[in-house]
């Protein structure tokens, strides 16, 4: 699974790496420690033009009676996003790409002792692009309030470094998949055999001190290696 994450990067420094066409968004606060329920850059394609905005992390149904209906999955499985009746439309129609500057997983260490956390990134710095899919919400009796777009993380399998680590991990596009994930399809399985075939991707894990398990703290502080039993 994806429960945690770092977004570190600026509007344009995504708006450059992703090739932008409009930024629609206000910088968000850098963050080292992302969270469930909390806005998220990201890319969306609107009639061939990719824009760079903002959802919200937890997928809101579109059955769903208020804000607080649940459940609100942050994740999609790979597996039963095409076929499931609550990520299904989302998938065909409203992909996207989530930016990452990195991730954090932890690793079950056996009874009795205490799971440990892993930072994963790129080994050059370079964001991560997770493979998201949204949805839009608003409420059945006000047909002129705002919509809520909110976002889920699609997973796939471990691979390459994260297989010691966790047997979950984000489906985590090459630049060569942007634009199909991006662009609505009708083309399922072609997509996702496509997924299938990717090679893993090449991500340095450094383990961390367990001062990232709690999501009130956040800062660089996080990121220096260390073990739960230091």
Aim: with cysteine.
């Amino acid at each position: 699974m994806c429960g945690r994450f770092l977004s570190l990067s600026s509007p344009q420094d995504l708006a450059e790496r992703f090739e932008v066409d409009e930024i629609r968004t206000e910088p968000l606060a850098v963050r080292h420690n992302v969270a469930p329920s909390t806005a998220l850059y990201a890319i969306i394609d609107h009639e061939e033009q990719r824009r760079l905005g903002t959802l919200r992390w937890g997928f809101l149904a579109p059955w769903a009676t208020d804000l607080r209906h649940r459940p609100q999955p942050i994740n999609a499985r790979v597996e039963t996003v095409a076929s499931s009746r609550m990520f299904r439309p989302a998938f065909e129609r409203r992909r996207c790409l989530l930016p990452a500057d990195g991730f954090y997983e932890w690793q079950d260490r056996g009874e009795g002792r205490r799971k440990q956390p892993f930072h994963l990134a790129d080994p050059d710095g370079a964001p991560l692009a997770f493979a998201g899919i949204y949805t839009t919400w608003r409420p059945e009796d006000d047909a002129d309030a705002d919509p809520v777009a909110s976002t889920a993380i699609v997973t796939t399998e471990a691979a390459g470094a994260m297989r010691d680590i966790h047997h979950r991990m984000p489906v985590i596009l090459p630049p060569t998949l942007w634009h199909d994930w991006l662009r609505p399809t009708d083309d399922a399985p072609h997509l996702l055999e496509a997924i299938r075939s990717m090679s893993p991707p090449a991500l340095r894990a450094t383990p961390i001190t367990d001062r990232v398990n709690s999501v009130r703290n956040d800062g660089p502080e996080l990121l220096e290696p260390g073990t739960v039993d230091d």
